[in-house]
């Protein structure tokens, strides 16, 4: 009888792990705009973000809430849909670092990295990411 409750919780354990954390994952398909500024208009960002997660990197290292110099961003907030960890809830027209700004500061740093040992190079100029149709 206990190895059956174990198996039983260990099903259950197994289901919520597997189950869960795509639900509340961002999509892969998502399109970074950050039009409505002034200055030169380029299209928007196809962003797959899956592929920076394959690549190693943790939801905070894009995803932040600074205070007082920390990331205190709450990960459990990480979820689709939620308005207020959009970019632009606190990256707005007026804020200290605006869209564009906030996008190119978390983006261009890492694509203008030395590469090594990568089949693939990341874009490193303004049309590798911003493809005109």
Do not use: W
Request: positive net charge; proline residues 7%; glycine residues 8%.
């Amino acid at each position: 009888m206990k190895r059956f409750g174990f198996l039983l919780l260990f099903n259950i354990i197994a289901f919520v792990l597997i189950a869960i954390p795509p639900s509340i994952a961002q999509s892969d398909k998502m399109l970074l705009d950050s039009s409505g500024g002034r200055g030169k208009k380029r299209p928007p960002v196809n962003f797959p973000h899956n592929h920076h997660v394959e690549k190693g990197l943790a939801c905070k290292d894009c995803h932040h809430l600074y205070q007082k110099g920390e990331n205190v961003l709450d990960e459990s907030k990480l979820i689709e849909g939620n308005k207020e960890i959009q970019c632009s809830a606190c990256h707005g027209p007026k804020s200290r670092f605006n869209l564009v700004t906030a996008y190119h500061s978390q983006c261009i740093g890492c694509h203008k990295k030395p590469v090594k040992d990568q089949k693939r190079i990341p874009p490193r100029y303004c049309g590798g990411c911003h493809v005109r149709k």
